[in-house]
Each structure stands twice: as structure tokens, then as C-alpha cells.
């Protein structure tokens, strides 16, 4: 099981901006010309020492959201509390979860993506028209993403998402997305790892597993999920120091070759 450093975790999926914190993310989703909103799922691991904190907003029209506290309580967590937030024309609502098992906060990877998956499938189910500015909504959605070009179907996963099983395709968006890597220095301890793509179902597990494969620790991540755009960066280090020039450029060459599309800036690397 590929898991977080426990020195500190964040895990971010918003489709609205990328900020250090979750306490300075602000959950207003911009329209497009027919007036959807871009939903924004935030998952925070670090505002709060007991529990794992998601934060939803879909402009003002998600409502009670009892379909999707049932869901994360079928995936075995529970839902300590909840509170509503109305800022200017958006709704915010967010949720307090631990794990039913042992009372504490969700840092599996794998949990967190599946948390997210719910989140983003029921969001496709009560709000269709979402469909259009998610990359989930190519396959599943009422309305695909306009800016899709092809679908190269890649592999199949079933995951169990609320009280039934769905089949979610792990498929390749081929759109106008530059892929960009980058490995920057943030002090003697750490480094920074950037990472810009289309966005897809597992990209956080995978990712997280590309960085384990080379031996390189995360201290912690922010992963933004901005409409079809996915902005992840991760606090990493080897053998509890940043990186070096030569390691960084072999995190940055095995993720560009996973990562790689069409339209990757080259200058990024």
C-alpha cells in the first residue's frame, strides 16, 4: 500500500485555483457561457488534526447532499458533522469524516481517490449537466467535455461506489492540454514537484506510485482538479533532504513518460 508521509498531508481536488493551503482556497467556480459552473471537490488532510475535510460546491445549485453523506458512509466512513456556506452565488458545503474503523482521518491514497470518485459520480448523477466540465463526464456524463479530441480506451477498474458497483474506465483524454513537470527547490529539506495534465481516475494513486518507484518520499500534496485540467503539487524528498539535480531530472523524465501528451512543453523540463 503506497501511503503519505505522516509529517503532513494535504490532498486537494478543486476545479477552481491552486493555493498553498486549504484554509486560502476559495471555492467559487467560474461559468461558462451557458452558465454551468465548475465543480470544485476539495479534500483537506491538514486543517484539521481529527478528521479528513471535503469541501463541495457546484455555484448555488447542490442541496442537502444526503445522497452523498449516505455514499461516503458506504464506503465505511462517517460523517462527523456538516456545515453550509453561502458566499456570494455559491453554496459551500463541507464535511467532517473519519474512518468507521478506527475513528481516525482517511490517508490511504487509494481511499482518497475513491472518496473522490463518489464525490464527482454523484455530482454526474443529481447534476448532469456537469458532465461538460468534468473529464469523468466523457464517459459517463450526459454531455462530454467540448474540448476532447480522442478517447484512447486504456484499462477497466471496478471500484464499489455507494450500495453498487461501477465500472469506471481508466481512459486517456487526448486534449488541448500541455503536459508540464516541473522540480523546484524549497529549502534543505524538501523539494517541490509540479505537475499540470489532463485529468483522469487514478491519476493521484498513480502518480504517488511513480514517485514511490524511485525510492522518493511525499511529505505532503495538494491535488486541484480544475475542470478537465489536473494541478498537482507534492512535497517530496530523498532520504530526508531535497533532491538533487540528477534525481530530479529521473522523477521528471519517468513522469513525463507517463504523463507525456501530444502537446507536452518540452520547456518545461
Known amino acids: 500500500m503506497i501511503g503519505l508521509s505522516k509529517k503532513k498531508n494535504i490532498v486537494h481536488a478543486s476545479a477552481n485555483d491552486l493555493n498553498a493551503s486549504a484554509s486560502s482556497t476559495s471555492l467559487k467556480p467560474e461559468q ?4 454551468v459552473p465548475i465543480p470544485v471537490v ?17 455555484g448555488d445549485r447542490l442541496g442537502a447532499l444526503i445522497d452523498t453523506m ?8 462517517d460523517v462527523a458533522k456538516g456545515t453550509v456556506l453561502t458566499e456570494g452565488p455559491v453554496k459551500q458545503t463541507k ?28 455530482l454526474l448523477k443529481y447534476h448532469p449537466e456537469s458532465s461538460e466540465r468534468l473529464a469523468m463526464g466523457e464517459a459517463f456524463g450526459i454531455k462530454a467535455p467540448e474540448k476532447k479530441i480522442a478517447v484512447q480506451l486504456l484499462d477497466w477498474r471496478v471500484f464499489i461506489l455507494s450500495d453498487f458497483s461501477l465500472v ?34 487514478g491519476l493521484l494513486v498513480e502518480i504517488i506510485k511513480i514517485i514511490a ?12 482538479t480544475e475542470g ?11 532520504g530526508g533532504a531535497a533532491l538533487n539535480s540528477s534525481l530530479s531530472q529521473v ?18 523540463y
Do not use: W
Request: hydrophobic fraction near 40%; aromatic fraction near 6%.
Open 32 to 35: 461558462d457561457a451557458d452558465g
Open 95 to 122: 464535511f467532517f469524516i473519519t474512518r468507521l474503523d478506527s475513528g481516525r482521518k482517511v490517508e490511504d491514497p487509494d481511499m482518497l481517490e475513491r472518496i473522490r470518485l463518489t464525490i464527482i459520480n454523484n
Open 70 to 77: 449516505n455514499a461516503l458512509k458506504d464506503l465505511g466512513l
Open 251 to 268: 522523477l521528471v523524465n519517468c513522469l513525463r513518460y507517463y504523463l507525456r501528451r501530444p502537446e507536452t512543453d518540452t520547456e518545461s
Open 42 to 58: 476539495l479534500i483537506d488532510q491538514d486543517s484539521d488534526s481529527e478528521s479528513t475535510i471535503v469541501q463541495l460546491s457546484f
Open 168 to 201: 469506471i474506465a481508466l481512459i486517456e483524454l487526448d486534449v488541448d492540454i500541455a503536459t508540464h513537470v516541473h522540480v523546484k527547490e524549497d529549502g534543505p529539506k524538501r523539494s517541490l514537484l509540479c505537475v499540470e495534465t489532463a485529468d483522469r481516475s
Open 228 to 238: 478537465l485540467i489536473a494541478k498537482d503539487k507534492f512535497h517530496v524528498s530523498y
Open 213 to 224: 518507484d524511485v525510492n522518493i518520499d511525499v511529505e505532503s500534496a495538494e491535488i486541484d
